[in-house]
């Protein structure tokens, strides 16, 4: 799965039936964290890696039941079963034509009895089809100069449910039926016509010609359904429990409006061109459960009175209206898919979790590292079913430090008190006069309702202003408008010059940068020249 190229848009909004969040509304620090703390300005964007959000996946036990359920990977199971001993099929590995009637009964695509429907044996066909390409039969010859099948050796643990065995089988179901989806949408309509008349040399360059522009379309379908592919897990990834499904106009203006810019009447034909492409290629992932699909309504392409398809267009459209022109949901296997896709080709495709495993240190320091987290998600995966008390103690030592990330460490440790709630109470009492987390442990304990918490002293209380505000610019990438509301909240209670006076002197590796920070982006002219002023002497004091 290539990694996408896509123009990113907020835009589609106005198309107005998307209730989840889409990675493309979003700045991308908001979607994956401080770049600022990873050494990356607005200059290596373009060079950094893709960053795949990390997903929540069920247990692999379960997804490998959500695909023994999927209808035509459990028909293949069902005709290797059947071939058993074995089955006599033709030259080229397909049912005969005496067993393709019977098969289509085996699978209930057809009535016990009386005629069955061509459509019936076509599809028990293509389920024989996929036994095969998924060796859970295998093709030989007897002796005798028969054609034989037999069930493979991957078809008993397939029916007894090894995940391992059923999802390594559907996987490379799904990407069969990926591959063929490509295919079928890329055979340009010219090529499906009669040769042109002309000599032999000629029809040999209109050969290759065709060959090419098939060859051309079938990458161009390929990337396109790669990129959206990578769209819809990104989506899926933010968004809330129940709000998963995707309009397809929604999906296409992802693709197709850049960044910022409202749809044109040029990209309105774009985005239709984009669902009307992408719409038969989703229906046949569908039918491996990699999506839930509801495919364009035909009828929105009705030419008969000589009018363009409908679009997406100015108007907002109500939600039964908005369906008619498709919707998608990436299941939880097309999730899994997605991210197999993804890791076979060198991506970091995390597992919401895969922080959450180790110690607290563990926890702390790995969320600071990574570039794609979710650390709310990972915070909350750790502190699930903890004892709150020796969690909080755990969390807090953890938190120390005056390395880069210490204050970020410190931001990420209150937040899981948070999660852990007023039981965690007893393990902040215990570090309220500690010189790096008193200041942040007494303002917890009063935000959790404690009357009885001391004030900090005037060293313990600036040091901790430094800190805290170290932590947002580390994890905010340097948000300028979030700063700026921090920045207006800060005490100096009508003394700028005595304030910074005594700032800039705390000992803090990060109390130059804040003051910087302050002198830029804050709106009071004399209280940002203090503290540049004081961003200079705390420089010069080093």
């Given at each position: ?140 010859t007897t002796a005798e100069g028969e054609h034989v099948a037999v069930p493979g050796p991957d078809l008993e643990p397939a029916e007894q449910g090894d995940p391992e065995t059923v999802l390594e089988l559907w996987l490379t179901a799904a990407g069969i039926v990926r591959e063929l989806a490509v295919e079928a949408d890329s055979v340009p309509e010219e090529a499906e016509g009669e040769p042109a008349a002309g000599g032999e040399a000629e029809g040999a360059e209109e050969d290759e010609d065709g060959l090419t522009e098939v060859e051309e379309a079938r990458d161009e379908a390929a990337e396109l359904l790669d990129e959206a592919l990578q769209v819809l897990y990104e989506t899926t990834a933010f968004a809330e429990p129940g709000n998963e499904t995707v309009p397809l106009g929604v999906l296409a203006a992802l693709l197709v409006v850049p960044e ?283």
């Amino acid at each position: 799965m290539a990694g996408r190229r896509r123009k990113t848009t907020g835009a589609s909004a106005g198309e107005g039936t998307a209730e989840a969040v889409l990675p493309a509304d979003l700045e991308l620090q908001d979607l994956y964290g401080a770049f600022a703390a990873h050494g990356l300005d607005d200059e290596d964007l373009d060079d950094a890696a893709v960053l795949v959000p990390p997903v929540k996946l069920p247990a692999e036990r379960e997804l490998a039941e959500q695909a023994k359920a999927v209808p035509m990977f459990g028909f293949a199971l069902a005709l290797a079963r059947w071939a058993a001993p074995h089955l006599a099929v033709d030259e080229f590995g397909d049912l005969v034509e005496a067993d393709r009637a019977p098969a289509a009964r085996l699978l209930g695509l057809a009535p016990a009895e009386g005629e069955v429907p061509e459509e019936a044996e076509v599809e028990a066909l293509r389920a024989w089809s996929l036994a095969c390409d998924l060796d859970l039969v295998e093709l030989g010859t007897t002796a005798e100069g028969e054609h034989v099948a037999v069930p493979g050796p991957d078809l008993e643990p397939a029916e007894q449910g090894d995940p391992e065995t059923v999802l390594e089988l559907w996987l490379t179901a799904a990407g069969i039926v990926r591959e063929l989806a490509v295919e079928a949408d890329s055979v340009p309509e010219e090529a499906e016509g009669e040769p042109a008349a002309g000599g032999e040399a000629e029809g040999a360059e209109e050969d290759e010609d065709g060959l090419t522009e098939v060859e051309e379309a079938r990458d161009e379908a390929a990337e396109l359904l790669d990129e959206a592919l990578q769209v819809l897990y990104e989506t899926t990834a933010f968004a809330e429990p129940g709000n998963e499904t995707v309009p397809l106009g929604v999906l296409a203006a992802l693709l197709v409006v850049p960044e910022g810019e409202e749809p044109s009447e040029e990209l309105l034909g774009d985005i239709t061109d984009v669902m009307v492409a992408l719409d038969p290629m989703l229906g046949d992932l569908a039918e491996l459960g990699l999506l839930e699909y509801r495919p364009i309504d035909p009828e929105l392409f009705d030419e008969e009175d000589g009018e363009e398809p409908a679009v997406v267009g100015e108007e907002p459209l109500d939600e039964e209206e908005s369906a008619r022109f498709g919707l998608v949901r990436l299941t939880p296997l097309g999730q899994y898919g997605i991210r197999q896709w993804l890791l076979e080709d060198g991506y970091d495709a995390p597992l919401v979790g895969d922080l959450a495993r180790g110690d607290a240190a563990e926890l702390l320091r790995g969320v600071c590292e990574s570039a794609n987290v979710l650390p709310e998600e990972e915070l909350r995966v750790w502190t699930a079913d903890r004892e709150p008390v020796a969690a909080a103690r755990e969390l807090l030592a953890a938190a120390r430090g005056s390395d880069g990330y210490g204050p970020l460490r410190r931001m990420l440790c209150v937040s899981a008190l948070n999660l852990l709630g007023p039981d965690a109470g007893p393990a902040a009492r215990e570090v309220m006069d500690d010189p790096e987390l008193g200041g942040a442990a007494r303002a917890w304990l009063t935000a959790q309702g404690a009357t009885d918490v001391p004030v900090p002293d005037r060293a313990m209380a600036l040091w901790t202003v430094v800190d805290t505000f170290a932590a947002q610019l580390l994890d905010n990438g340097g948000d300028a408008e979030l700063l700026r509301e921090l920045i207006t909240d800060l005490p100096v209670n009508g003394d700028p010059a005595g304030w910074f006076g005594e700032l800039w002197r705390v000992d803090h590796p990060y109390t130059a940068d804040v003051l910087e920070a302050i002198g830029e982006l804050h709106p009071d002219r004399a209280l940002a020249k203090e503290a540049r002023k004081a961003a200079f002497k705390a420089r010069s004091k080093g």
